[in-house]
């Protein structure tokens, strides 16, 4: 059994931060890659940022410059540091891992970031 936990979001004005957090726990070996998707409302889930197990990053280019993503292997956590955000960040935003062990991805729950104007 795998869980992973979301945490951090909320509610923030334009141009502010906001810090995610990940923790995954359960029966787990290693994890592989990792990484953040957004759902926005009314549309449908979409990458954000992804980081692999060695700590290579990829981002979607509307958050290029803004946002960080970092893990720590040790905690079996990833983050997602957002500043300088704007009113089309909001949406809820799911974590994901990829647990070797299984074969499989799994998701977080999700947690909501609503950006006001």
């Known amino acids: 059994q795998v869980q992973l936990v979301e945490s951090g979001g909320g509610l923030v004005q334009a141009g502010g931060s906001l810090r995610l957090s990940c923790a995954a726990s359960?029966?787990?070996?290693?994890?592989?890659?990792m990484g953040w998707y957004c759902q926005a409302p009314g549309k449908q889930r979409e990458v954000v940022a992804t980081?692999?197990?060695?700590?290579?990053?990829n981002y979607v280019d509307s958050v290029k410059g803004r946002f960080t993503i970092s893990r720590d292997n040790a905690k079996n956590t990833v983050y997602l540091q957002m500043s300088s955000l704007r009113p089309e960040d909001t949406g809820v935003y799911f974590c994901?891992?990829?647990?070797?062990?299984?074969?499989?991805?799994?998701w977080g729950q999700g947690t909501q970031v609503t950006v006001s104007s």
């Open positions: 359960g029966s787990i070996f290693n994890i592989g890659a």
């Open positions: 980081i692999t197990s060695g700590g290579t990053t």
């Open positions: 994901w891992a990829y647990i070797g062990l299984y074969n499989s991805v799994h």
